[in-house]
């Protein structure tokens, strides 16, 4: 029996009749292998634990490398979109648009308000879906399955949604460099408008299922904290950030999509520990809901695309008739548009974070070098000290409730 | 209104019914295949829609996941299958027990999909004999159910010497699975 | 809203480090500097300490090749932002590819762990000091660095796909 000190930078999770300081007993190795249930993507942890005890992590990650970045430098432009679709595929039309911001960034185009605001409302829907999943799979850690059932639902009607504007459901490569490919249909309005009428009410009643429910409560609580500097140091960004108490939101930092138009609050939470997550995230929505009836309401009249004919394809009727625009679609199809050449950084806010697209370009028609941001790869080094010295079980809500989703942890 | 599984083919008679073995077997198994999500990545998702109460897949008889290999009877291997995972992957179907059948969902397990990249596998029957290749990226929720239908099919229709076969040994030693 | 702009940034820039930088310019709007790799430690612990400054929070690390410029092929870009003064920088280190060295950033920021690791592994830029320098994203038996222009993109030994139809 050797007597084994557990070191952990955060305060240790207090449990009755087990002392802080020093534990003896035989430490075990175990494998949270890459394909287990309750790690909601393909990432493996090798845990050394005394009992139900973590005394230490590592984690490795690349079980699903499929090398975007090398991917991005023989693809044209537009054709980046579907890569991006699968970094954060919860909330892929966030990561298509960000990437098609990116380009028209590099360009200099400006876009009419009216794409802004159709562009906010895809984005805020992504955002919902994404921490529809994130939430409804912390209850399904604890046990808790009804609202996964009740909620993918709702999901499922912002699918609907979807495929109204482009015709997938999940990668959705949404969007067109210079706008949307056609306007919002008036199908698409109503059933906007018919959800948000009755997804308030039922948010409701996943959130009594939950927030307020002592077992969720005493499961969650005090489950893998970590404190604001720490955070900070470690490049967290997004919900998991706010929960630790710093209210740094890119879509007020640095506006992008005429973001500075609505008003909405930034929930933010103080112990950084699984519980402020969730609620973060739950109050998120409501205020991604609350972004939806502004953007809605105040929908400008105008066009749907903006005026860069290099880049955005001609209407099918002119490229029968007239030769520029044969010529122009012609272009764009093969890959062959006027990119200049340059260095862009641009980010959105993710649903997971600061997403960002470093974008170096040669004038090429592929990227020289196209870099992403991806959040959940920056934020996931510092698991390990997030669960050492905790129980198994909060190790996997701790994971959870993270939201790591494998296709940005490994892009 | 119920619908009840096609009888196979028999003699009947006054309280008694005679089939094959083969498929009255095949006809138990078909409907009741207890699925392995291999899940990794935005496949799963779909799968997970496809769990769901919209798209029901437990009305198919595969109410209980096994994430346990001894379990199960059915890989869906769903996603992008790294290099790297390739073992894993190995590893999990030989821990599956006899009878077993491969799903292939999504264009990357079925052939590497779009990701025709260094560290990506193009495809898994390269690594593993695959049943049912579904198509899509991801496929909607209605092909999977295809899918499992088709596999319902083969399973329906299998004969029980087909594992003990000098033809299906000889499949999987071309893969380079050990037979006992 | 921006508490601090480029010019400003740049004016204060200028006079701490002076000769340190070699070239600046602004692209869309985010400064870009180039400094040195064996003062790029320092340069961004006293960013990351100043009092005016505050740039204290590491956005990015990433590697990059340019085959063409000999001597520098190598670089490596790093990404600051300013929470409280919202602003951003970006600062680059070139470096020659016979002698792939830079020293590590993790003393300073902790999330430069597993970004240099990343960067290790595309690029194969060894970052001194770094307390586990290993592969990250592929597999640890690969023995080349995948995003270095001189390799491709495919699977160089599979023998199954036919470039016949599709030249490569």
Redesign the interface.
Known sequence: MSEIEVKSAVPMTPYVGMSNETIDGEIATLNL?????ATH??FQNVMKVDGERIISSEPT???????F???A??RPFNQIT??T??LN??SSPINNLGWIMTVE??IGAEMPKRVDYMRVIIMELARIADHL?CNTVIGVDTGALTG??YM??E??KI?EMYEEVCGA???TNIGRIGGFERDFSPAFITKLKAWLKEFPAKFDEFDRLLTRNRIFMDRVIKAGPITAE?A????FTGPNLRAAG?D?DVRV??PYCSYQDFEFDIPVGQDGDTYDRFIVRQEEIRQSLRIIHQALDNMPAGNYFADVPDFYLPPKAEVYSSMEALIYHFKIVMGETPIPA????H?VEGANG?L?F?L?SDGGRTPY?L?F?RPC??Y???YPEMVVGSMLSDAILTMSSMNVI??EL?? | MVNIAEQPEGFEGQGFFATKLDSAIGLARSYSLWPLPFATSCCGIEFMATMGANYDLARFGSERLSFSPRQADLLMVMGTIAKKMGPVLKQVYDQMAEPKWVMSVGACACSGGIFDTYSVLQGIDTIIPVDVYVPGCPPRPEQIIDGLIKIQELVQNESLRRRNSDEYKKMLESYHIETL | MAYLNNTELLAHLSQSLGEKILNQEDTFGMLCIEVNRNEIVDIISNLKSDENLKMQFLTDLCGIHYPDNKGKELGVVYHLHSLENNIRLRLKTFFSIEDPTCPTLTSVFDAANWMERETFDFYGIQFQGHPDLRRILNMDSMDYHPMRKEYALEDETRTDKSDKFFGR
């Open positions: 292998g890459p394909t287990h249930p993507g393909i990650i690349g079980y699903i490398h499929r090398a970045e090398k991917l430098e023989r579907t890569i679709d699968r595929y919860c960034k590099l999943v996964f059932t993918f639902q999901r499922e699918y459901r999940l990668t720490k900070l140091g470690y490049g710093v740094f930092m640095n340059g260095e862009v950084y980010s600061e960002g470093y170096v070098r870099h941001r790869f920056i996931y080094q510092a494998a296709g490994d892009a």
